[in-house]
């Protein structure tokens, strides 16, 4: 049988990599790298650095390009189903043409892959005799919150995961909500009670953290955004939104 690890390779610090990572692309006979683009060169490097300093020859790298999707369509999901399932095709590929059986193929994930991504939902559509192990990563989500020095969870209350398409269209749900990804900067909607951790590559040299009340620091971090994302070509953000207790200046 063919073998499949999608190893989570943390937020972007190689020394995110966790021992059982290590161990899994020391196992790995073949790796597909799925290039996002020249923009995102630094991305696909750290991938290369990973495999140099971890895998056991003899290996293989092949690499196939990231399918565009359309940002544009007004029909949100069925774009990410069609980018989706032609990230499956390339799997499917992967899988059939460049594994023997026996062979152990890998895919480098960021942060967590099963938390915010989409491999294993395209895996799902594959269809190729193999089977499959997650290895869990140091996630976007882990290292926001330990880099600000807050946990993510207070005694007694839930923590609403979400994106910031949904957040502009549905407002804050819980009195902590953790946001992935939001381009629109929907958190200066947020009400005049919640305080923001904001950070963007996190893990990386190019790493930037905001916090404090939002309406005090909304224009900062919309600036430290939009010059970052001018600057790399590309933005990767998480940020938590957490309510103010009524006594916390007490």
Known sequence: MKRLLLIG????DPDHLTFQAAKAIAATDVFLLVDKGEAKHDLSQLRHDLIAAHARDPYRIVEARDPERDRTAPAYTAAVENWRSRRAQIYKSFITDELADGQTGALLVWGDPALYDSTLAALDEVEAEFEHEVIPGISSVSALTARHRVPLTQVGRPVHITTGRRLAAEGTTADDVLV???AACAFTEAADDFHIYWGAYLGTPDEILISGP???????????RTEARTRKGWIMDTYLLRRTPPNAES
């Open 9 to 12: 390779i943390g937020a972007g």
């Open 214 to 224: 939002v309406t005090e620091v909304a224009d900062q971090i919309r600036a430290a």
């Open 180 to 182: 992935m990804l939001d």
